[in-house]
């Protein structure tokens, strides 16, 4: 996009028939034998749904060797006809995912090159003893293929004993035991020869050389101008059991000298800090190492390939590993803005048929992450792959129900997968569905198309208007990471912090999350942080109990300039400088009015909400709720019961679907299960009126809207407001909604292309109202315009346009009845125009014609071998003999086989089912 396009204002045109260059732009999973004839097939079909970009991705079935010399030919014949026909074509750099390995080949060429990482392998012992243990073999411990690295012992009063010196016979510890109890650590290094060390810059190197030089010879004069870029895809630092709790952290080639060049200490006689809790320094040791490997992994992994990109005019984009979790990110990622930092579109995944809300908070995080990265950074595309896993029944509703909620939090790039090349065989099921051909709603794919452009028009240029930043609190989450073991105030960061997210988009607080470093380059202007085009006028503070003291100086200025600052549950006291840990309590006390330490100690005891604010001299306010959580799910009474006052998640809490919400149960063991629905739901109200009651005394909101069902997402184009409003749920909505100022306002339906002016609206306390009406999975642009010389304050009908002299409406009333105000008087037009058609009932029997054949897809049949011999079997029937007979689901056969067969496989078997037909058609075809 062109600096001029970025500034230029919304035009109808446009809107209408939207330019290509905000094309979806799917996934191709080139998965069978790419006949060039069925390629170019295909290519036809993208572009005739109005898809004019497409991402080559090497999937599960392909009949030819990844980066083979014909399957390079394929890709430069995808590429060549995509160019003719008006498409531009990406690489998606692996084969599968995730991305790193060339399918293979690097390990294969390099396997000293395999991922590293160490293991704490600890057990207790009481002395006086004599331990003699050894990593030799896996006889009593799992010392499987590993190396020593270090050994310590920690008694029950935190001392540690560095038993590193004893190391023996290679991998022999042996330790006279004093008396006491005692825990014995000895701390390996291990390998993963299924993945690379991404931290160690020789791994991309041998990556890009295989997996990527081969398209960069391949497709030569094509690139960069068929060829647009290259799509990277969940890469990681670690990819060992890295979903679970398990003493186990990433690790590198010489990482003991790469810390110790960085942090100036050494890092082997503090490995203990980062498995167990040992004092006020684990934190530090914790801080220093996370930090350390994500400069690394940027380094190594993002930086080398978005250099080799650009180096040839190429775009670099792609997404992260678990970017919904701050947990899980910080040892598979660290801290993930570094990284997006080296994308020049910034992207994300969301999976599966959901979105984020009361009960899948966490499911926000990570698009809101990448997308005010991307407001940061300057960067005007965001994308999202989306739609995997959505089921085999996928809708348009739900695609479109799942990229309104997308587009809502800053996504403006959609990225389907997948579009299969085919469903032969298992295909079928690699993350269905297939967007593709095969589906019945395809020859409808280019109205979605047509739609998300139109998203992506209006959500693309011009600027983010937030008045909020939410501070990212991953350095606390480093501080109290333990890998194999959750620490209470870090669930309650994490927990806290999505349910943060929720709460200021249900209640239309548009914010942006802001990482530490680049809050301390922010820049003060009169009570406003300011960053890039962001200007925000309130911080909030999620609960944490660490930060970096360039923070903390930065809060400091900006409450002294007139910002606004708002904390809540606890508050930080430690604070990390160049120097070390610091103690900021005093600091934190004297901004917020409380003490810190305590709110660590005490928050859980916290039975209510209670706001405590503090006046600064030049305007600026803090405020810190004071309360045992965000989070509201076990009831407070209940939570007394169980002895676990203050933790609202319970594994006794279970949560059933009831039409389009969600009902609540209390179920402990050998008790009966109790309906806690209205409970939980009045807690949550009560948080969310606490929450929004601070946040109307610290910033004033653009828009209000009376309904926490719609969504809403705030731009500035070409100096015109844009408000996108979307139904997060599935049933009809309305809502009262308002904006500061007077203004005519214009909807802009993106399903049609299609404006009108929204009627009726009034003024009222400096905020022009209008009421909206949004579909189940709707949504609609709000656009401001100058205020009209006579507003429609009354209609009961639908107001197609409104000039100086006229206004065209339609109804299905007898009489139309429009109400104007010029702020002086009211002027009333009617029309009849006759008593409406009465409804179109089809009364009796009547049939339809359906435009291809009706399919019934049988769930369930039965199977059986053929015997040696044996002729036709017994049709399927009421009487017939199923006794052999075995039940059968999609997928491998000869997994469900109760035994193995006696023949070699391939085995002829037949197929039994039956099914109930109450009118046999005149043509009746089996498909298998």
Known sequence: MTPASREAPADPTAFQCPPDEYTILPFWFLNGDLDPEELRSQLAELHAKGIKGVILHGRYGLEMPYL????????????????????????????????????????????????????????SVRGPWFTYLTGADSRYLDFERSTPLAAFAVGSDGRVIDLTPNLSFENVIPWEVPAGNWRLLYIVEKRADYYIDALNPESTAEFLRLGYEPYGRALGDLIPSA?????????????????????????????????????????????????????????????????????????????????????????????????????????????????????????????????????????????????????????????????????????????????????????????????????EGPRKRDWPPSMFYQYPWWPYYGEFSAYIKRLGYLLTGGRHAARVAVLWPINAMFATYTPQSHNPLADRTESDFAVLTDLLLRLHYDFDYLEEDVLAGARLEGGTLRVADEAYELLILPPLTHLKLSTVEQLERFVGDGGRVLGMVFLPALAFGSEGLVDVSERIRALFGVDPSETQRGYRLCEGIEPIEREHPGGGRACFLRTCALARHLPMRLQQRMGTPGLPESPYLHLEAEGAGTRYYFAPPDSERLDVTDEVLAERRTVAAALERALERLVTADITIDNPEILCLHRIKGGQDVYFLVNASCEAQTAEV????????????????????????????????????????????????????????????????????????????????????????????????????????????????????????????????????????????PAADVAGWLPMVPGAWCYQLPAEPREAFPVPVWYRARFRADHLPPRLDLII
């Open 738 to 877: 308002s904006v500061r100022g007077s203004f005519g306002l214009m909807l802009w339906d993106p399903e049609t292309g299609r404006r009108r002016p929204a009627v009726p609206s009034w003024e009222n306390g400096g905020r022009t109202h209008f009421q909206v009406a949004l579909a189940p999975a709707g949504s609609v642009f709000v656009l401001l315009e100058a205020p009209p010389r006579q507003r429609i304050v009354e209609a009961n009908v639908t107001v197609e346009w409104q000039r100086e002299r006229e206004v065209r409406a339609y109804g299905a009333v007898a009489e139309g009845r429009i109400v104007l105000d010029d702020g002086s008087s009211r002027t009333v037009l009617a029309m009849r125009a006759g008593e409406p058609c009465a409804p179109l009932v089809l009364d009796g029997e009547w049939e339809f014609e359906v435009p291809g054949g009706n399919g019934l897809v049988l769930t369930r049949w039965l199977t059986r071998a053929e015997a040696p011999g044996e002729g036709e079997v017994e049709p399927a029937g």
């Open 68 to 123: 083979s010399s014909r399957y390079l030919e394929r890709i430069r014949l995808i590429v060549e006809e995509a160019r003719r026909i008006g498409l531009r074509t990406w690489i998606y750099d692996e084969m599968n995912w995730p991305s790193g390995t060339a399918g293979g080949q690097v390990l294969q060429s390099r396997p000293d090159l395999a991922q590293r990482y160490i293991e704490c392998i600890s057990f």
């Open 227 to 423: 060829t647009v870029g290259f799509y990277t895809d969940e890469p990681a630092m670690h990819y060992f059991l890295s979903g679970g709790d398990n003493p186990v952290l990433p690790w590198t080639k010489d990482m003991l000298r790469r810390f110790r060049e960085r942090n100036g200490y050494s890092l082997r006689p503090h490995l203990p800090h980062l498995f167990f809790d040992l004092g006020p320094e684990s934190a530090r040791v914790r801080y220093d190492f996370y930090c350390t490997l994500t400069d690394l992994y940027t380094d190594a992994y993002y930086r080398q390939i978005h250099e080799w990109c650009r180096s040839r005019g190429l775009l670099f984009t792609g997404h992260l590993l678990y970017e919904e979790w701050l947990r899980k990110q910080i040892r598979v990622e660290g801290n993930l803005f570094r990284h997006i930092a080296e994308m020049d579109i910034p992207g994300v995944d969301h999976l599966y048929p959901i979105i984020g809300g009361p009960d899948r908070a966490d499911e926000h995080v990570a698009l809101k992450a990448v997308s005010s990265a991307a407001h940061h950074l300057g960067r005007e595309r965001v994308l999202c792959e989306s739609f995997g896993g959505i089921f085999m029944d996928a809708t348009m509703q739900r695609m479109k129900w799942i990229a309104d909620w997308e587009f809502l939090l800053g996504v403006n790039l959609l990225n389907p997968h997948g579009f299969h090349y085919t469903l």
